[in-house]
């Protein structure tokens, strides 16, 4: 391989660098933004659930069959709202993750940098 044909490879790769790092900073922020949406969307179906069932119970007098309702509804409010916890923190660290790495993807290559430049001003002064 001749040295015109690396720094051709080399220049190519550094143009499809910032473009892949732009999309991924891109898909790192809608993935974090449906994550938290969608962790609202299922809150407010599990608070709106509990608030039903309360509800329900207010101005009549609370058999045991209702204190274990209303206990197994707690118990079942809680796990799902431990799993949603549990899945928007493990999406929006992705995210995250991601997003930083494309931004070191984008903003790194610095050696490729020199090596165009210095390239370039030693073709150019021949």
Known sequence: MTDDQYIDRIRKYHARRKVIGVVGIVISLIV???SYLGHQALQNSVDE????RMFLA???LVEKSD???IESLLDISHALG??????????LTGAGVLCVFCI???FGGRKE?????YYDQATSNQ
Request: aromatic content about 6%; proline content about 0%.
């Open 32 to 34: 974090a933004v449906a």
């Open 49 to 52: 659930r509990l608030e039903a």
């Open 58 to 60: 207010e101005g009549r």
């Open 67 to 69: 204190i274990s309702n």
């Open 82 to 91: 431990v799993r949603n916890g549990s899945l928007l923190a493990q999406s």
């Open 104 to 106: 070191f993807y984008v």
């Open 113 to 117: 940098r020199l090596l165009l430049r």
